[in-house]
């Protein structure tokens, strides 16, 4: 690397092969590089999480009737790579924008770079009267996904990246909602991670976000719009976390209190897709 932040320069699999041995040396999973000449990314293989926290979650979103909020869990290793790999190729085939792939191999992946911001950044550094223009872009990724007959699965912001010449872009597809889960509850759980990232950045604008959500909704099929009503009915109460003493507030819990802000509002303010 030239300068401590400048972008490794490859252009063959041995150097490929060079910058993964820094890279796990260095504990790290991904990493920005130059494939010849073209701003890049190189992605490893992470182990599998442990399949008892994902027992957990199925066992929440089943108590809350709701089989679109069960956690998928990633295949890890390479095996999720290739996941990766196939449901990057099923996007960009239904004509959305995913990273183009370079080259793979066991245990890593290296593909296009979709540009410098992510949308959870855009959307928290934009003005608060400008956020919604930037969310309304990755809604309507979602939703363009959807009547394509795909779905993404890790839909939180920070997967999303903008590029200002390319359009919005979607990242990070190690797991694939489909084997767990009825094509419609993988569209209605795209939803969830959106709203819960992203809840936290409309603290003082929630009625306009749930009118965003909602019109957007209205272009869903009627099973995706009725599962994320109901999902969002039984979540309201998340926004206890707002007894919680602030100081104990993280981050993690105030996205998780805004989500729950977020869910009745909306529940509130529409009868729509009751079961
Ligand atoms: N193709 C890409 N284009 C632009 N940024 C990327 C790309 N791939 C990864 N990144 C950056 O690296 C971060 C982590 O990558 P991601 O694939 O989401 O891995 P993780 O599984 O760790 O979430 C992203 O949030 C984004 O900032
Ligand atoms: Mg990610």
Redesign the pocket.
Known sequence: MAAGDARPLLGNREEIEAHIAHMKRDGR??A?VLWRGQP??L?LA?PQPPAWRYQLLAGAAKLLGQPAMQAVRPHGGSHGLQVEASRIRALAAAGLRT?ELFDESHGWLL??????A?LESLIRHAAPDERLVHWQRGADYILQAHRTGQYLS?AFA??F?WSPEAGL?A??F?DDALAAMPLADAQTRDWLPYCFSTAIYFEDRLPQLCAAINHALAREAPAVRIGVHQALRRTAWLRMLRRMPVRLQRRDVRKTRFFGELARHCSQSSAHGRP
Do not use: C, F, Y
């Not at 593909?111 to 410098?116: P, W, Y």
């Open positions: 999973h991904i920005p890049a990314w992605k992470v990273p593909m296009s770079d979709l540009g410098q992510t890790q920070r997967n990246v872009g990242i990070d190690e």
